[in-house]
């Protein structure tokens, strides 16, 4: 089953603007992730945020951690064309020991040159 | 870069056959995952391994799937006898886990997509 459900689904913008894309879950986590995926590829990893953080950043990224609400946001500034890609978030249960990572279904981002 | 590997790339089959999909984790890491991607579901977690140990495979269906690590080099995941329903991306992800915060970033290979007619 999934833990965590990106909104929205998909996402067109211009180059140049801001996208934000959300993340909600459903348990206590550990550690929240964020990954994105180019078309016919792998996974790849962005940022991880940990339960204690409420933000982060790198580079363009900014990731805010809502642990009351259950929910992350990531936001990507300042978009490029090769920004367009699914942008998945990942959690881990911390109700077991085992942290096994699930995924949500993602937000497909179309950034228009 | 170290890389995850997986094999095949693409497998075209006939229903009733076995399918076997292998994975060449990163040295060094201590996590396995494979994750099953469609669009109707999204990515499904299968199986995960933790030191070699299966930790959950609530996720996979135990009549037809079995995942395994014979070493620390080679995971494999079998479908025997495959179904049209297969037909999907399987994903083979390894990582390091801190135990003590459970933080596991991912490294995802290429994936093995499967055409099951």
């Known amino acids: 089953s999934q833990q965590g459900e990106e909104d929205p689904q998909a996402l067109s913008i211009q180059e140049g603007e801001n996208a934000t894309m959300n993340c909600s879950y459903k348990?206590?986590?550990?550690?929240l992730q964020w990954y994105r995926q180019n078309s016919g590829r792998g996974l790849v990893h962005l940022i991880l945020i940990r339960s204690n953080e409420r933000e982060k950043h790198s580079g363009r990224l900014r990731v805010t951690l809502d642990t009351s609400k259950k929910s992350s946001s990531l936001l990507i500034t300042a978009s490029r064309a090769a920004d367009t890609a699914s942008y998945f978030c990942?959690?881990?249960?911390?109700?077991?020991?085992?942290?096994?990572?699930?995924f949500g279904k993602g937000t497909l981002l179309t950034v228009n040159p | 870069d170290a890389r995850v590997t997986q094999t095949p790339r693409h497998k075209v089959t006939e229903m009733g056959q076995e399918v076997t999909m292998r994975c060449q984790p990163i040295l060094g890491h201590n996590t396995v995952f494979w994750y099953r991607q469609t669009m109707m579901q999204g990515l499904e977690l299968l199986a995960y391994f933790r030191n070699r140990a299966p930790l959950d495979d609530s996720g996979m269906p135990k009549d037809r799937f079995s995942a395994e690590m014979p070493d620390a080099t080679l995971a494999t995941l079998k479908i025997q006898p495959s179904e049209p329903r297969d037909s999907a991306v399987y994903f083979c992800?390894?990582?390091?886990?801190?135990?003590?915060?459970?933080?596991?970033?991912?490294?995802f290979g290429a994936g093995s997509r499967l055409t099951v007619l």
């Open positions: 992800a390894s990582g390091l886990q801190v135990l003590a915060s459970g933080a596991n970033v991912l490294t």
């Open positions: 348990t206590s986590i550990n550690n």
């Open positions: 990942a959690t881990d249960d911390s109700g077991g020991s085992n942290y096994k990572l699930t």
